[in-house]
Nanobody
Framework: QVQLVESGGGLVQAGDSLRVSCAASRHIFANYALGWFRQAPGHEREFVAAISRGGGNTHYADSVKGRFTISRDNAKNTAYLQMSSLKPEDTAVYYC????????????????????WGQGTQVTVSS
């Protein structure tokens, strides 16, 4: 069982930057590919970004490409989502998710592909 805890959300203004973190419980964090998803009120949960086990491969939703950066520190069992040039439409609860994966596994963009989820952290961007 992997426990994930997000933190770092908050209220920011349009154009600001914010970094959210995801701390994992297991010491074999490096066996898991990770993803960030978000869900706004009245909308389905949507893919934001994903990162491979070692961090060398990343993938982003078109809506955040060039503005968001996903990263991980396996020594600290922590993943990050650095968000810049934030827009009001980025307002949502942000969730991190983990999926046990082999080294060569393709990155997953479907929420159903992930095995473990955090409780989410609210990010609100005011105009």
């Amino acid at each position: 069982q992997v426990q994930l805890v997000e933190s770092g959300g908050g209220l920011v203004q349009a154009g600001d930057s914010l970094r959210v973190s995801c701390a994992a419980s297991r010491h074999i964090f490096a066996n898991y590919a990770l993803g960030w998803f978000r869900q706004a009120p009245g909308h389905e949960r949507e893919f934001v970004a994903a990162i491979s086990r070692g961090g060398g491969n990343t993938h982003y939703a078109d809506s955040v490409k060039g503005r968001f950066t996903i990263s991980r520190d396996n020594a600290k069992n922590t993943a990050y989502l650095q968000m810049s040039s934030l827009k009001p439409e980025d307002t949502a609860v942000y969730y991190c998710a983990a999926k046990r994966a082999i080294l060569t596994a393709p990155l997953e963009v479907q929420a159903a592909s992930y095995d473990y989820w955090g409780q989410g952290t609210q990010v609100t961007v005011s105009s």
